[in-house]
T-cell receptor, first 113, second 118 residues
Framework: GNSVTQMEGPVTLSEEAFLTINCTYTATGYPSLFWYVQYPGEGLQLLLK?????DKGSNKGFEATYRKETTSFHLEKGSVQVSDSAVYFCALTPYFGNEKLTFGTGTRLTIIP | DTGVSQNPRHKITKRGQNVTFRCDPISEHNRLYWYRQTLGQGPEFLTY????????KSRLLSDRFSAERPKGSFSTLEIQRTEQGDSAMYLCASSFQLNSQIWPNEQFFGPGTRLTVL
């Protein structure tokens, strides 16, 4: 079946630190990959996505590259801010036409000033 | 606000009672999804609709659960004879599929309904 494994949290970093949140996946076919973010008190929001191997998704200074050879989609940001504190979810949709999202367990990120 | 809305935001009920949640998607969106999220876990897919047709149901959706989208707009999720294990956040999402060649379409999530079964 399809699954997503995320780096366990919580993660606490100082402002301006470099962030990596690891994500690996298992899927049949050619999935699309996503990072969703949930800010305190808000609903899930799409942060970025990649639909094929070697694609790089980027948004708000965050980046993730679809690596088919390592089945990974790690989230990175060069310099985090306090406002980045949130829960981050890696997710996939398995194949063309199927938009059912499979999520990882989420990683809580806290940035301290 | 033209985002996805869900009501109620919180529901506390006693075991064995029936509950119903409502989701209002973004108005032009033709696809609607239900997910369930338990504490410390990511959301899990329950079911989805294309207009009024329910196209897929997860094995997680026991026969105590039923979802409808009668006019292809809002949707309801009913849980009959609630159990303590049903306590979770129930999330609704919607998306717009213009044509079958565009994939994937972004899903926009509502704030969720938190269910507590005592």
């Amino acid at each position: 079946g399809n699954s997503v494994t995320q780096m366990e949290g919580p993660v606490t970093l100082s402002e301006e630190a470099f962030l990596t949140i690891n994500c690996t996946y298992t899927a049949t076919g050619y999935p699309s990959l996503f990072w969703y973010v949930q800010y305190p008190g808000e609903g899930l929001q799409l942060l970025l996505k990649a639909t094929k191997a070697d694609d790089k998704g980027s948004n708000k200074g965050f980046e993730a590259t679809y690596r088919k050879e390592t089945t990974s989609f790690h989230l990175e940001k060069g310099s985090v801010q306090v406002s980045d504190s949130a829960v981050y979810f890696c997710a996939l949709t398995p194949y063309f036409g199927n938009e059912k999202l499979t999520f990882g367990t989420g990683t809580r990120l806290t940035i301290i000033p | 606000d033209t985002g996805v809305s869900q009501n109620p935001r919180h529901k506390i009920t006693k075991r064995g009672q029936n509950v119903t949640f409502r989701c209002d998607p973004i108005s032009e969106h033709n696809r609607l999804y239900w997910y369930r999220q338990t504490l410390g876990q990511g959301p899990e897919f329950l079911t989805y609709f294309q207009n009024e047709a329910q196209l897929e149901k997860s094995r997680l959706l026991s026969d105590r659960f039923s979802a409808e989208r009668p006019k292809g707009s809002f949707s309801t999720l009913e849980i009959q004879r609630t159990e303590q294990g049903d306590s979770a956040m129930y999330l609704c999402a919607s998306s717009f599929q213009l044509n079958s060649q565009i994939w994937p379409n972004e899903q926009f999530f509502g704030p969720g309904t938190r269910l507590t079964v005592l």
